[in-house]
């Protein structure tokens, strides 16, 4: 479950949560809430709120931790590419996990803490690190690597579809140009 996810599924709005950064975006972000909680319908409505907040998985004997953040924190929490180690090993503290995977930034990076990797895979459709293509990661178990990748896809459809159903100017704006916006 992502922060947007929650507040969706729990009839909240997205002003009262957000990072002080998007205040400017405080009505447009409301209503891109309520028109997706319009579009949901009600079975998507409980399937956002049967989300789980947190998975862990083994595959080859690595351990994977994923979480929208990190354990015990709002889902509304950053944890920004240039955080110090020691918070890192602060936030991920008796966590019992090889790798560990978060997101909520939309900026892709990896980090070394001790012996673990954090991995976050960057976006899809809101990047934020100035590059509009879909970003991802792919971890090779094997070699113990991971791989930040970039993949450009055609947007047009979904631009228009967003200008349609009245969504505010700003999604538009990280899908064109990979940043949000300053207006």
């Known amino acids: 479950m992502g922060n947007n996810d929650f507040v969706v599924a729990h ?3 997205a002003s009262s949560l957000m990072h002080q950064k998007y205040a400017h975006l405080a009505a447009a ?3 891109s809430v309520d028109l997706t909680r319009e579009c ?3 079975s998507g409505m409980t399937y956002l709120k049967n989300l789980p907040r947190e998975q862990r998985f083994t595959i080859d004997g690595k351990i994977f931790y ?7 924190l709002s889902l509304h929490h950053y944890i920004p590419p240039d955080i110090t ?3 890192l090993m602060d936030y991920y503290d008796g966590l019992r996990a090889d790798i560990l995977i978060t997101g909520h930034t939309h900026i892709p ?3 070394k803490i001790g012996n673990r990797l954090l991995i976050n895979p960057g976006s899809v459709g809101e990047p934020r690190d100035g590059d509009p293509r879909a970003s991802f990661a792919v971890f090779d178990t094997d070699a113990g690597q991971v791989q930040l990748s970039r993949l450009a896809y055609d947007r047009a459809d979904t631009l228009k579809i ?3 159903s ?3 100017d700003y999604s538009a704006y990280c899908m064109k140009y990979g940043a949000m916006p300053e207006f």
């Open 40 to 42: 949901l319908g009600e």
């Open 29 to 31: 972000l409301d209503r």
């Open 66 to 72: 994923m979480n929208h953040t990190a354990p015990e």
């Open 162 to 164: 967003l200008k349609k």
């Open 109 to 111: 990076y990896v980090r």
């Open 85 to 87: 180690e020691q918070e």
């Open 11 to 13: 009839d909240l709005k």
């Open 166 to 168: 009245g969504y505010p």
